[in-house]
């Protein structure tokens, strides 16, 4: 299959936006039946380049070649004429509408004058049957997860037998589970001769997944090849010019008889979590772990009063507390940083200044806000979280996912938390970003808070918490220690099947 | 993305962008056509009146200005301009017996006013953020409901402030101080501290987060319903104090009082380049869509160019732009 001539190819693509050249000479190809994977840092240029060879912007100069002829997609649906389908990290479903109404926007079928809903009804469903995605096609996207999202839009390139899928980021939402199904499938589509092009974060994808791997620095291929002549770890080296093995900052040396700063006993959140106790020790970074949708989020958003929430005891420093809104918490020093950093995390219209203070405007003056001490904050945060590329007027929705990331990090600190629950931290961003985010949490807790990390990323529980929780179906799975934390027991807790290690709960 | 910010940023820097200029540039340009159609239009006594009339709706548009910003709505102030009058006639005329023509029955008067158009604002924002119904509804309901009930209170007809109390009360809209007259005033004076309290203040800043997404507001511990209910009954207070002004003018109240107000009020707030669906509000520039409108209504009226039949037809367009040219300005931002 490798040696066949590429289905779509860039060649000498450039792509400037005003002055700034964010593609520079890029050489990208795939073949049929080829799974390419696009990797880089935020900000190098791969969802530009992605998005050039969609259709979706224009190069400002070289070629897209189609089956070896040179092709101009004039708009956007010349591209998925041709048989590229692209999924946007963003989804790009209509809210409102159901799922198979989305599986067929823009192609409905019909049979004579009137939609043919069986029909659309029926192949809908083998489409989603396809990615064993048992979502209901009538159900309105709106009130779908994100996962279950990323596995409708599949579907909906299903549906349009794309010869070139290109997806940026598929896994970023998905659980491992979810993300072994999406690789089924990749498997599929491609043993089927669809070419597939797909960027993630996440390497060891890249090496279970992909043929080939090209690696994009600062707008450029840097490098090229066959996914089995690199290892893990070159791949990082590639991606951001500089050796990354130490990823994750030393563990913390916390004495046994740290204080315990927080004490949950009997949290509950109506229709999310069940009962779940834990201590929290000072300087100590507990991981909590387990699929998506187990509760994670929903029971520390309750604790954090940012929703409904009801618990037996919560204990902060030895003293019993009640928390009903998310200002109870903060006055406790307990602050959630939120997973979703778009949707939840900053205001993407405003400026930094704005955003940076919004959740500790108490602290800029009484009734009045003092704009002076707002832009020292500003200067203060970008210098310490080191957040780059943003004007400081400019929206907010303008910077790179990892300086979004920074920015809302530097936000909560500002709240001056001595308690903080982070979720997802690093998803969606670079490596490099990333390691600077583990640094920093360490240091936090090393300077005598505590920290909670909800994460999908199994290596990053991992290699960032002294002890993890696993949660499952809303309950306390299972608590793991030093040694013991390990993937396989984490899966198992979060799978319920670590009867073997319950010994170990806490 | 980034890219795209760096070449259009030190753009915005030497000039403020479309959307800042534009209301302004409207309002000389207007000023200007005007002095030149009839030099009477730049007369004091011309701009005086201009202002006084100006003054209820843009007292009841800056309370408008901070719904919209936290994302609300209210079509109810017309209506509750009219049935706060037509309380504050019928009180005062029962209360005239006991307490006589003076100062302490205007006081009650106005008390009853502010007071009503703050129960009034409260309800409002009670029924759209507690019971979270959608504010559009709410207040449409309740602008049928004040409007019924003033012209149930009148019995269809008009209710008239007894005479002699209208003569003791008419200062309050005629009179002044340095030849400014109350109205005037009293409009500067919610502007002011509109524009402080938008721009400078806590609850400005939390009025625009819950406006622009009020999921990050409530993560950054921002109270949205508090917010958002503060802002309906400062707006309904705010009514309360326009119908101060406007019932000594005439002296009465009909079913026909404040009709329309809520979309000339509206009008003003989105010409000002406050944004329709929340997140940026700007008083001043509330001020300068409240005056643009009164002008071209006195232009029409002044010069015999257009019949001032189609007032409401120029108007209609003024809008229109202002919000083509906010949708512009957005696109290259």
């Known amino acids: 299959m490798t040696d066949a001539a590429p289905v779509i190819a860039l060649r000498d693509a450039t792509k400037r936006f005003g002055p700034v050249e964010v593609l520079h000479d890029v050489d990208l190809e795939v073949r049929a039946g080829e799974v390419l994977a696009l990797i880089g840092e935020n900000g190098a240029g791969k969802s530009t380049a992605m998005k050039c060879l969609a259709g979706y912007q224009p190069l400002t100069s070289g070629r897209i070649l189609l089956d070896g002829k040179e092709v101009t997609f004039g708009s956007l649906h010349a591209g998925e004429e041709a048989g590229i389908v692209l999924i946007h990290q963003e989804f790009n479903l209509a809210e409102q509408l159901t799922v198979e109404q989305n599986i067929f926007l823009g192609r409905e079928l019909r049979k004579g004058l009137f939609l043919d809903k069986a029909r659309m009804r029926q192949l809908s469903r083998d489409y989603l049957d396809r990615v064993k995605c048992e979502v209901d096609p009538d159900r309105v996207v709106s009130s779908l997860s994100n996962s279950e999202k990323q596995m409708v839009e599949i579907a909906k390139a299903l549906g349009r037998d794309a010869r070139v899928l290109v997806m940026d980021e598929p896994t970023a939402v998905l659980t491992n589970t979810e993300s072994r199904i999406l690789f089924d499938q990749v498997r599929a589509l491609k043993a089927a001769g669809t070419a597939i092009i797909f960027t993630s974060h996440k390497l060891s994808e890249v090496s279970e997944i992909a043929d080939r791997v090209t690696v994009m620095r600062d707008g450029a291929v840097v490098h090229d090849g066959p996914v089995a002549d690199m290892t893990e770890d070159a791949m990082a080296t590639a991606m951001v010019g500089r050796d990354v093995s130490d990823l994750y900052p030393p563990k913390g040396r916390r004495p046994d008889d740290a204080p315990v700063m927080l004490k949950v006993e009997g949290l509950s959140v109506p229709r999310f979590a069940e009962d779940v106790s834990f201590e929290l020790r000072r300087g100590e970074i507990l991981g909590i772990a387990g699929l998506v949708g187990s509760g994670r989020t929903e029971a520390m958003e309750g604790l954090c009063g940012l929703r409904p929430a009801s618990a037996a005891r919560i204990e902060i420093d030895g003293a019993p507390v009640a928390i009903r809104r998310p200002a109870d918490a903060l006055s406790h020093g307990l602050c959630y940083l939120t997973e979703d950093r778009k949707l939840k995390g900053l205001l993407l219209e405003k400026g930094m200044r704005v955003n940076l203070t919004l959740q500790s405007l108490e602290k800029f003056g009484g009734l009045m806000v003092d704009r002076q001490a707002e832009e020292k904050a500003l200067d203060a945060a970008i210098r310490e979280f080191d957040i780059r590329g943003g004007q400081r007027e400019s929206r907010v929705s303008n910077l790179s996912g990892g300086n979004q990331q920074k920015l809302l990090l530097a936000k909560v600190m500002q709240s001056e938390p001595r308690i903080l629950v982070v979720d997802e931290p690093t998803r969606g961003i670079d490596i490099g970003t990333k390691q600077q985010i583990y640094t920093f949490l360490r240091r936090l807790a090393d300077e005598g808070r505590a920290i909670i990390v909800i994460s999908s990323e199994m290596q990053e529980v991992i290699g960032l918490s002294d002890r993890v929780l696993v949660m499952r179906r809303g309950r306390v799975a299972g608590m793991l220690e030093g040694e013991a934390i390990t993937e396989d027991a984490i899966v198992r807790h979060a799978m319920g099947v670590g009867a073997d290690s319950q010994g170990r709960a806490a | ?333």
């Not at chain 2, 007369?43 to 936290?70: C, D, K, P, Q, Y």
């Open chain 2, 1 to 333: 993305m980034a890219a795209e910010t760096a070449d259009t940023v030190p753009a915005r820097r030497r000039l403020p962008s479309m959307s800042v200029l534009g209301p302004i540039v409207a309002l000389v340009v207007l000023v200007l056509v005007g002095a030149f159609l009839n030099p009477n239009f730049v007369s004091a006594a011309n701009i005086t009146n201009v202002l006084a009339r100006s003054a209820f709706i843009g007292i009841i548009a800056v309370g408008m200005t901070f719904v919209i910003t936290a994302g609300g709505l209210d079509l109810s102030v017309g209506s509750m301009a009219a049935f706060i009058a037509g309380l504050m006639i019928l009180v005062m005329n029962w209360a005239l017996p006991t307490l006589g023509i003076g100062i302490p029955i205007i006081l009650l008067g106005m008390a009853v006013a502010l007071v009503a158009g703050l129960l009034a604002g409260l309800l409002n924002g009670f029924l759209i953020t507690t019971l979270g119904i959608e504010a559009f509804i709410v207040t449409l309901g309740s602008m049928g409901i004040y409007r019924s009930l003033v012209t149930w209170l009148a019995d269809g007809g008009t209710l008239s402030l007894d005479f002699g109390l209208r003569t003791f009360y008419r200062p309050v809209y005629f009179g002044g101080i340095l030849g400014i007259s109350w109205p005037i005033i009293v409009f500067a004076l919610v502007v002011i501290l509109g524009e402080i309290l938008m721009s400078r203040s806590r609850f400005g800043r939390h009025c625009a987060a819950t406006g622009s997404n009020e999921h990050v507001a409530h993560y950054s511990n921002v109270d949205v319903n508090r917010t958002r209910l503060l802002t309906y009954a400062m707006l309904g207070v705010l009514v309360g104090v326009a119908t101060i002004m406007y019932v000594p003018r005439l002296g009465s109240a009909s079913a026909s009082t404040g009709v329309l107000w809520e979309l000339e009020a509206i009008a003003a707030v989105i010409i000002g380049g406050t944004v329709l669906k929340g997140g940026f509000g700007r008083v001043w520039g509330t001020v300068i869509g409240v005056l643009i409108l009164s002008l071209i209504d006195n232009l029409l009226n002044l010069t015999d160019l257009v019949s001032p039949y189609l007032n409401g037809a120029i108007q209609g367009i003024i809008i229109i732009l202002a919000v083509i040219l906010q949708r512009e300005a957005k696109a290259k931002g």
